[in-house]
């Protein structure tokens, strides 16, 4: 049984994360009892959850979304004014969703058919998509509409994130394990000369990941708005794209490609959520907070690397 669950790709990081929430419970008893607690835990994993999962289908081919978290902030504006210019909010969220899609697409297609590499294009992207927040927001937070049964399903209910996440997770891994597309991200990863030669068309994979990440970046955002009742252009920015970044390496996913699982994804945004929830409730004051998640997520890496090297040498064995 140890020597299947260390051939399991996500075990390393489970272990880390069951250590922590072990630490963190016996540290503060309302970390896991307090339903505060346990819903403000969702929320932080969640966001971070959704856009992993899209830029883990671009990691695994050798590519990387910037941009995502600025997407993320002028989603929810797209909806603002669709549904101000009178558009009923399920047809609003559609508009905001083709809107940043169309991001993810100029990016994908900026990268593969110009030959840019996806840092730089994401990151030209990233000031422009910011610029243009914060332009047809005048950099003002807005009220978010409010529906009732609509809001609560799309953020409003404290809960309705994190259902979100699993929910998209599953599908996200279904099309990675299960589907041509998925498998063939997975193939021109690991060797896209191979993989052209053998018939798959790398660069409508690479577009399409790219429309895939922008999507969920932007449905995020949307989520978030609603759950805070407002849309702010500030919000999310940098920080929940590397927070997504890190959920994805974290979860074994490499920078270089080749490899990668969505589970492993949203086990690493539970261990970033862990970490945030657990420091705040112990106390750990916030100038040294960012220190120790910095190192928390080296060790969880180094843990990760040296537990798949043992699973790799207990398979060969």
Known sequence: MLKAFLRWREASILV?????IGYFEAANRDFLLSSASLENLSQFIAPAAIIAFGEIMLMIGGE??????MVFAFAPFVLYFAHAAGLPLPAALLVALAASGAIGLANGMVTVLLQV???VTTLGTLFLVNGVTLTISRGTPVIAPDEGLFSQVFGG?????ILWAVGIGAVM???LRHTRWGLHTIAAGANPLGASEAGINVNRLKIGN???VAVLAGFTGVLEGFRITSF???AGGNQIMFLAVAAGVIGGTPLAGGSGTIIGGLIGAAVLGVLSDGFTLIGINAFVFNIILGGA????MIFNIHMTRIARFGAGS
Not at 16 to 20: K, Q
Not at 157 to 161: A, C, F, R, T
């Open 16 to 20: 880390v994360a069951l250590i922590l």
């Open 64 to 69: 990387i979304d910037l941009s995502a978290g």
């Open 117 to 119: 590499p996806s840092f």
């Open 157 to 161: 209910w404290g809960y309705s994130e």
């Open 173 to 175: 891994h279904v099309v």
């Open 210 to 212: 790219f429309v895939i």
């Open 232 to 234: 702010d252009p500030q």
């Open 297 to 300: 997520i080296l060790a969880a």
